[in-house]
């Protein structure tokens, strides 16, 4: 949430992640030339990283929001709206992270709606397996040619299985991957992307890849992301980071930041 502050101040940008004891902290930043002041609530308590998530991904918002404004100052306006789908058949490249909440966010669905999502996730999996292409996946630390593979996988179709209607079903949850990926150019281009016919929003960081590498300081997993089709089953095998206090998470986030860190 942004509140205005007093006259020539810089907007104030709360970000919270829920848990207490919590501390509060003000820190400046620029994003795209806009001065912002974020305040951030942690709790103070050791905490999952995936605890933190609504942190990164308010930040998310924060810089493409400025991305989407920057994009518009060229007459480029985004053509992404509920309704078009066909980003939401590519392969989400997710932190191990994001893959517990994931999970987390499957099993507090109603039991009826929760086995709805689990089928779609079952046979998402198996459309991989027909097409020689799990085994490869599976295994964050094999060595694959991520564009062929992006091409296989959406060659196949396999819907996102939170995609109904066309529409992200999670919008408010979905990964900072997706929070990232918007476009400027006729939305029926997306049905056959390539970088000839896409014209993607530049951002100016990527969240997403700042979230993969704290993962990758955590945990011994090589390539640190796997796709959003795999999160339940490989939850099920592989536990999150050690819990840290949240002060220590946002330190780390910030300071992975500082490298500046651009979308692939």
Request: hydrophobic share 40%.
């Amino acid at each position: 949430m942004t509140e205005p502050s007093g006259h020539g101040q810089s907007p104030i940008v709360e970000l919270k992640a829920d848990g207490a004891p919590s501390a509060t902290a003000r820190i400046p930043v620029a994003i795209e030339g806009k001065q912002l002041q974020l305040s951030i609530t942690v709790p103070t308590e050791p905490v999952k990283l995936s605890c933190i998530l609504p942190i990164l991904q308010g930040f998310a918002n924060q810089i493409v929001a400025a991305a989407v404004t920057k994009a518009a100052q060229a007459n480029e306006q985004v053509s992404c709206k509920a309704g078009c789908g066909a980003c939401c058949r590519q392969i989400v490249p997710i932190s191990p992270s994001e893959a517990h909440a994931v999970h987390q966010l499957v099993e507090s669905l109603p039991e009826q709606r929760r086995e709805t999502i689990r089928q779609r996730f079952r046979q998402a999996v198996q459309r991989l397996d027909e097409a020689n292409l799990l085994e490869s996946l599976r295994d964050a630390k094999s060595e694959i040619d991520e564009a062929q593979v992006a091409s296989d996988y959406f060659q196949l179709g396999i819907a996102c299985p939170f995609l109904e209607d066309e529409s992200c079903s999670i919008h408010q949850d979905r990964p900072l991957a997706c929070r990232e990926y918007l476009v400027t150019s006729p939305a029926v281009e997306c049905s056959r992307p390539s970088s000839s016919n896409v014209r993607c929003v530049p951002i100016s960081v990527s969240t997403s890849w700042v979230l993969r590498a704290m993962d990758w300081d955590a945990l011994p997993l090589g390539a640190g992301w796997l796709p959003l089709v795999l999160s339940l089953e490989w939850t099920e095998d592989t536990p999150e980071p050690t819990p840290r206090p949240g002060p220590q998470w946002i330190q780390h986030f910030l300071a992975r930041l500082a490298r500046r860190p651009k979308p692939r």
